[in-house]
């Protein structure tokens, strides 16, 4: 992937450019007193313009630290940030607050997770609707306000007229989080970043919320960012899907070739803990063992080694680098992949051994319409 530095300001090119993204060997790293944490370790990944992109892995994977660090929302201190994140050709990691200021809202923006820490609970939510359309589009107060009003009507809210005048607290969950989507999409931005934007909803709301995001970007023709651990929920909301684990990306590719042909075992393993609606009432989740490595110490080799039920030596001594499986679309990290000959021999020394375990059934494909999971998400 080359890496093209140009100097044109945001939205200098042509509407008819495709590639709205490209992040080339994204680094992130935060200094504490116990070392150096790397959250986010040589992330690459293109978006276009209209596109889905699902990055999908358990808590402390590097989801949102991977979202944050291209839109440029870490603190600025004791973060390290290399690689590059080109946005309409123009690479802005290194911009400082001042510019990227232009670009939050305007051309980039993000949907948090949990919308009562990321609205200001002392602000009414038509002043923090109309906060971001005043400083981006420079219009008056009334113009404002009858634009904040057609945004909440968008995302289906009623009263939107009396909502403006309501506070935080005074409204459900899921309306909350609709008024977060209002405000990511008050300035029309062409990338949308959505962080588990359905944690703590219930199931009926999460469908709803996940629906808005894909009516609100065909309507706006905007490229999306799905953020999740849940592969249930990207399974039939993405273009393509990047699995990440212990702040790299594992597995990368186009959504049906992908739940078509598996290869890493990470991403079989979450799968199998996906609930499905043919298991009896009750079933026990399939959970899969251990804890995500430490990023201050991670172990050597492959970081999901100790958790891999397909794990040899060799996984243990050598880092598995991100190859192409016959689609070269698809790309995985494994020595012993799924479905391979290798894999299946390096699983049959693990059973015969009494190291893992047999699955009682096979994974099958991804689930038609899978129930959005519920949890909440660290890094």
Known sequence: ?????????????????????????????????????????????????????GVVGESGSGKTVLSRSVMGLLPSRNVEREGHVLYEGTDIIGFDQKRMSQVWGAEMAMVFQDPMTSLNPVMKIGNQITESLRFHLGVDKGEASAT??????????????????????????????????????????????????TTALDVTVQAQILDLLAEQQRERHMAMILVSHDLGVVAGRTDEIMVMYGGRVVEQAPTDVLFADVKMPYTEALLRS????????????????????????????????????????????????????????????????????EGA??????????????YPTSPGSAPAAATPGTDGEGA
């Not at 430490?294 to 958790?307: D, E, M, T």
């Open 1 to 53: 992937m080359s890496r093209r530095m140009v100097t044109a300001e945001p939205g200098a090119h042509p509407e008819t450019r495709s590639t709205l993204l490209e992040v080339v060997d994204l680094k992130t790293r935060f200094r504490t007193d116990a070392g150096t944490v790397h959250a986010v370790d040589g992330v690459s990944f293109t978006l276009d313009r209209g596109r889905t992109l």
């Open 345 to 358: 021999d390096a699983l049959a020394r693990n059973l015969a051994d009494g190291t893992t375990v047999a």
């Open 148 to 197: 904040a009003v057609a945004l909440l009507k968008s995302v289906g809210i009623p009263a939107a007229e009396q909502r403006l005048k309501e506070y935080p607290h005074q409204l459900s969950g899921g309306m909350r989080q609709r008024v977060t989507i209002a405000i990511a999409l008050a300035c029309g931005p062409k990338v949308l970043f959505a962080d588990e934007p």
């Open 274 to 341: 996906i609930p499905r609606i043919e298991h009896p009432s009750h079933a026990r989740l399939e959970a899969i063992p251990g804890r995500p490595p430490k990023l201050i110490s991670p172990p050597k080799g492959c970081n999901f080694a100790p958790r891999c039920r397909y794990a040899q030596p060799k996984c243990t001594e050598e880092t598995p680098p991100l190859v192409a499986a016959d689609d070269p679309r698809h790309l995985y990290r494994c020595w012993f992949p799924v479905g391979s000959a």
